[in-house]
């Protein structure tokens, strides 16, 4: 599932492939993808935003992708066979040695420089927990506009951090022992902005290659997410998994780690 760590990673690779090239072949599935025409422009920059990805183009337009859970981008050779189907490709980007192939995205744009300005999800965006340094302080007051939000809807508001989502969001609250279900207000600034530095210390640690992981040594890479019903690492207890936000996200912890009160 694609989280800011996953989208830096896919930004430095199509970067690697992409940057300072001219379009030589360009296609997508949406006419509103295609005009003005892209062959022939030099790709300036790729650059992640949380979990957005922007394609600049040396025309001042930018190509905006969202993954969603199912979108990939994924970069080939010439010759090299894709790993998903053709059929489910969204955007083509070749240049002179490197095929780019958007899939199964659900969100992309072709944006002007005024409207990537104004654009309603990438305006409203809080600071990328993987940007260098690290607005720790702007994240902050970010929770403190959100008081009576629950700690694992607040994580999850990209307009207070950029780049958390679902595996993040359970495992980090876990390992500092934070109850995913507290209101913001109810946690001490201190515990938040360790919380901060550590979930963006995590990610970075992830952006090498390989699968993420949030934990060393034998059995599970990961402490709490997908584990509903198997013993926590630490403790023993079963792990639970509850569903929290407007868009019913699941939430796993571990109730006795966590401090979580029983329910039913
Ligand atoms: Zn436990």
Not at 226 to 240: F, M, P, V, Y
Request: aromatic share 6%.
């Amino acid at each position: 599932m694609p989280e800011g760590d996953t989208i830096h990673r896919a930004a430095r690779v199509l970067g690697e492939a992409l940057c300072g090239q001219a379009v030589l072949r360009y296609w997508a599935h949406r006419p509103q993808l295609l005009a003005p025409r892209r062959e022939g422009h030099v790709i300036t920059t790729v650059e992640a935003r949380g979990k957005n990805l922007l394609i600049h183009f040396d025309d001042q337009r930018a190509l905006y992708s969202h993954m969603r859970m199912t979108g990939a981008w994924h970069v080939y050779g010439h010759d090299e066979r894709w790993r998903r189907a053709q059929a489910r490709a969204r955007v083509i980007i070749e240049s002179e040695g490197r095929v780019a192939v958007c899939f199964d995205a659900p969100v992309i744009e072709l944006l002007t420089a005024p409207e990537l300005l104004r654009h309603p999800t990438l305006s409203r965006l809080g600071p990328d927990l993987l940007a260098e340094p690290l607005d720790e302080d702007g994240i902050l007051a970010g929770f403190t506009r959100h008081p009576a939000v629950p700690l694992g809807e607040a994580v999850m508001n990209q307009g207070i951090a950029a780049g958390i989502g679902n595996v993040y969001k359970s495992e980090m609250l876990f390992l500092a022992r934070l109850s995913p279900f507290l209101p913001v207000e109810a946690v001490p600034q201190e515990r938040l902005r360790k919380l901060v530095q550590d979930t963006a210390a995590m990610m970075r640690r992830n952006l090498g290659p390989g699968m993420r992981t949030t934990r060393t040594g034998p059995g599970s890479r990961l402490w709490v997410y997908e584990r509903s019903g198997q013993a926590c690492l630490r403790c023993r207890t079963r792990i639970q998994m509850r569903r929290q936000g407007e868009q019913a996200r699941s939430t796993y912890f571990c109730p006795r780690c966590q401090g979580v009160e029983a329910v039913g």
